[in-house]
């Protein structure tokens, strides 16, 4: 008996520790969830003494007497299980001392979990206890004004949630309330989750930490010896959250999620007791939380992804297809121009140009002396008359505006706790946004947009992160709250945006908080390089950017004037005398279905030039589906040889997109090997290189199908794969 490809696919990526699991499902094997996942859909179900939420994909499990707590987390059609003992549904510190919410106690062997050791468990009786629970429908946590093209995604996401409700048990919280939200989704392995707590007593408590995720999860590997500069595999678990800045990828973007070790598991193999094996999420500082009595806090949302495979390509898909599912906006992807100069006559020149080769929106890019802190009416009502001219042409408008790195004075700047005065913060000197004049910068962006009708705001040094010691600023009483006031105040904004339809560019990972766009990961000094040099390093760019984020929430960065030095050999100006270079920043972006800023005064400067980015603008919107659908890494770009990267969707006519790159001095002609199965294709498809005739060819048993391909040299061609319907196999 064959092994359907799917299973083979995941003892592939898992190991031989599933081959049980697998073995048992042969006969009766799912659908890939990731090329139909329309049988997905979530429960909830409960019993006297459990409840489940499960989808087909992934099962979280509590127990719900004596206490409530979780005893299973699975995925359902690897086998894998990941919980290997028992803790808390959350860990709460109110006035200095640290409450368990929920949680059972009595489990002889933290290595692993037996169902009658579960039923034997008992309760703690200084813990908060479960007192009820109800179920829904997810809500959603950002409210979202769609107004441009995007993919076709229900927000908010589908599925079912589970509300477990606790209260003290005794002493001076037994009034504390703790409502523990769980959600699971429709069509993905991803639970999410976070805590509302409330103040039922007559006194003010002060919520010093949270933690809303405490896991005792199976160690990924074990070893006896110390490590201390090599770092350990963890479990195939991700956490994304809304309380991520300061990175612009799923990695340095994460401020919750820490595996730790686990001192209580004393039968693990790490003779120091060090295996990374507790996932752990909480918020770095904080909150430091004041609750009035009847007041209530709610926590940022963590969203738990329960992998089915160690191989990267299956994870980085997992992850974008989360963050889509998440933060439907980061779909969104406009093709924009940023024009260095807010004066009236240059910007409108833009606008006609931009409208002539159809491009979609125009940004008052940084330097242009657009001022969105100005509260002139007079000056506002200027900037408005310039947006009305583009927006009567069907062009959306952006400004920019910096927040970070720069310090405003003494009474509104971080102040640093070692020292009590400025300077030392993640970019050196920050203001403070929960400073007065934080919450005048929040009025004054929220009021300029509104007065002048922009659709998008481009915000350089969001929150990162800073903690301030000022005891003066009116939204924050010292260090232990200003990191929670300060981000609140950022994602406050974000959703702003998002409810009045403003696209929101971000240096960091805003997206769950609302932010469509973060850069794709590139260094600015690389566009003073030469151009033929540059345009390598931006294929390396998008096929590095694209591993866990979606094409469309990375930009890409293209100064057609010269940008920080490397004179003529590395500006694109004058762009008619550069037209090879031109056309290959557009087929290196467009043709990967990413936006670049293309900064300047024009986009063209002659007929042959207008043409060029015509189209190449007309190539993309042709091709956007799938140029916007999932992304399959293939060869890396290295100089040294052809590199490409595959777009697919099993769910368009056209499955599959590849844009081959050759750039060699010679011509190229060759067979090349696609990883098709995630088009959904089998037995044999239909390929069309560029516009030419249509062609059968076969796809193997493994869903990797061989073309032949001729490129000229220094120069770039595309193929498409459709179903072919009927006929017999090449």
């Not at 459990?50 to 989808?55: D, E, I, K, S």
């Not at 657009?370 to 900037?383: F, N, S, T």
């Not at 240096?507 to 766009?517: E, H, Q, R, S, V």
Request: hydrophobic share 35%; net charge negative.
């Amino acid at each position: 008996m064959r092994m359907p490809f799917i299973r083979s696919v995941l003892l592939a990526g898992l190991g031989p520790w599933l081959i049980p699991a697998i073995s048992t499902a042969l006969h009766a094997a799912p659908p890939d969830w990731l090329l139909d996942a329309s049988s997905y859909t979530a429960t909830v179900t409960s019993s006297k003494t459990a409840v489940v939420l499960q989808n087909g994909l992934v099962r979280r499990t509590i127990r719900i007497s004596p206490n409530a707590a979780t005893v299973g987390l699975d995925h359902l059609v690897t086998g894998a299980s990941f919980i290997r003992a028992v803790e808390p549904e959350a860990l709460l510190t109110v006035d200095g001392k640290e409450l368990a919410v929920g949680g059972l106690k009595g489990q002889p062997d933290r290595a692993y979990l037996l169902p009658e050791w579960t039923a034997a468990l008992t309760n703690d009786p200084a813990a908060l206890g479960f007192v009820g629970m109800s179920t829904g429908n997810p809500e959603a946590p950002v409210p979202w004004k769609s107004k441009r093209h995007h993919a076709d995604i229900p927000w908010p996401p589908p599925g079912m949630s589970l509300d477990l409700r606790f209260r003290g048990s005794e002493g001076p919280h037994r009034d504390l309330f703790v409502t523990v939200h769980h959600e699971l989704y429709d069509g993905l392995p991803v639970f999410g989750k976070w805590l509302t707590v409330s103040n039922g007593g007559p006194r003010e408590i002060v919520l010093d930490r949270f933690t809303s995720e405490r896991l005792a999860v199976v160690e990924a590997e074990s070893a006896v010896d110390e490590r201390p500069n090599i770092a350990w595999r963890t479990p195939a678990i991700d956490v994304l959250s809304d309380y991520m800045f300061k990175g612009m990828d799923v990695v340095t973007g994460n401020q919750t999620a820490t595996w730790q070790p686990d001192p209580a598991f004393t039968s693990q193999v790490s003779y120091a007791l060090h295996t990374p094996c507790i996932l752990r999420v909480q918020p770095p500082v904080g909150p430091g939380r004041h609750l009035a009595p009847g007041e209530s806090f709610t926590t940022f949302r963590s969203y738990l992804i329960v992998h089915d495979s160690t191989e990267r390509e299956r994870q980085g898909l997992t992850l974008r297809h989360a963050t889509r599912a998440l933060a439907p906006w980061t779909t969104e992807n406009p093709i924009m121009m940023h024009v260095r100069s807010a004066e009236s006559k240059a910007f409108r020149q833009a606008v006609d140009q931009c409208v002539e080769v159809g491009f979609e929106m125009i940004i008052y890019t940084f330097g242009s002396g657009l001022e969105m802190e100005k509260d002139d009416p007079a000056y506002m009502a200027r900037v408005k008359s310039d947006v009305d001219y583009a927006h009567a042409r069907g062009l959306e408008v952006g400004a920019y505006s910096l927040f970070s790195s720069r310090s405003i004075d003494p009474a509104n700047d971080v102040l640093n706790p070692s020292t009590g005065k400025p300077g030392g913060a993640i970019f050196g000197n920050a203001p403070c946004f929960a400073s007065t004049w934080g919450q005048n910068y929040y009025r004054k962006l929220t009021n300029f947009i509104s007065q002048t009708g922009l659709d998008l705001l481009e915000h350089d040094g969001p929150y990162p992160g800073d903690v301030c010691a000022s005891t003066n600023h009116p939204g924050h009483r010292g260090v232990a709250d200003s990191q929670w006031a300060n981000w609140e105040m950022n994602a406050g904004l974000y959703r702003w945006c998002r409810e009045h339809g403003v696209y929101v560019n971000q240096p960091d990972y805003y997206f769950l908080a609302g932010g469509n766009k973060t850069g794709m990961g590139y260094r600015e000094d690389n566009f003073s390089l030469p151009r033929e040099r540059q345009l390598i390093h931006i294929r390396q760019n998008i096929h590095d950017g694209t591993w866990t984020k979606p094409q469309t929430a990375g930009w890409m960065f293209v100064p057609l004037t010269e940008y920080q030095g490397g004179g003529a050999a590395a500006t694109i100006e004058p762009l008619a005398e550069h037209l090879p270079a031109y056309e290959g920043h557009l087929a290196n972006t467009l043709g990967a279905g990413v936006q670049a800023c293309w900064r300047g005064p024009r986009l063209y400067d002659s007929e042959a030039t207008k043409v060029l980015v015509e189209k190449w603008v007309s190539f993309f919107k042709k091709h956007r589906d799938i140029l916007e659908s999932d992304i399959i890494h293939g060869r890396r770009p290295d100089g040294q040889d052809v590199d490409y990267i595959l777009h697919v969707n099993p769910h368009l006519d056209t499955r599959a997109y590849v844009m081959i790159h050759n750039p060699l001095k010679t011509t190229v002609e060759r067979d090349l090997t696609l990883p098709l199965y995630y088009s959904g294709l089998s037995n044999v498809g239909l390929v069309k290189i560029e516009d030419g005739p249509a062609q059968r060819v076969a796809i193997e048993r493994d869903g990797r199908m061989t073309v032949r391909v001729h490129i000229a040299p220094e120069s770039r061609t595309w193929l498409t794969v459709e179903e072919a319907r009927g006929g017999k196999t090449p």
